[in-house]
C-alpha cells in the first residue's frame, strides 16, 4: 500500500486540510469531538472530496444525534484507508460508549 509520514499538529482541522492535500488520515480516536459541531462538518467534507468519515465503526453521516452535544471518535480521509482501518476491529479509544 501507500507509506505515509506520520504528522500530527493538534488541530483537527489543519490535520483534516493536510490529509486532503497529500492523502492520508486524520482523526481523534477518542470520542471528544462533538458530533453536530465537529464531526459531521467535518464528515461531510471528506465526502464531498471523495473520502471517508467515520466513528471506527460506522459512517458518521450515519448516526443520529440524540443531543446536541454527543461526542464520538473521527477518521477522515481517503475512503479505501478509513474502511481499512474499520476493518481492524476495536480502533476506538475509550472506556465507554457515550450516548449520543
Excluded at 486540510?17 to 465537529?38: K, Q, S
Aim: proline residues 4%.
Amino acid at each position: 500500500g501507500t507509506i505515509y509520514s506520520s504528522r500530527y499538529v493538534c488541530s483537527l482541522v489543519a490535520d483534516f486540510h493536510r490529509t486532503l492535500l497529500v492523502g492520508g488520515w486524520a482523526g481523534n480516536p477518542r470520542p471528544h469531538l462533538r458530533l453536530l459541531y465537529e464531526a459531521a462538518p467535518l464528515a461531510f467534507l471528506a465526502e464531498a472530496a471523495g473520502g471517508y468519515g467515520s466513528d471506527g465503526e460506522q459512517n458518521i453521516l450515519d448516526i443520529v444525534p440524540s443531543g446536541l452535544h454527543g461526542r464520538v471518535c473521527v477518521f477522515l480521509g481517503s475512503r479505501k484507508d478509513i474502511e481499512d482501518m474499520e476493518g481492524y476491529g476495536d480502533i476506538q479509544q475509550c472506556s465507554k460508549k457515550y450516548e449520543f
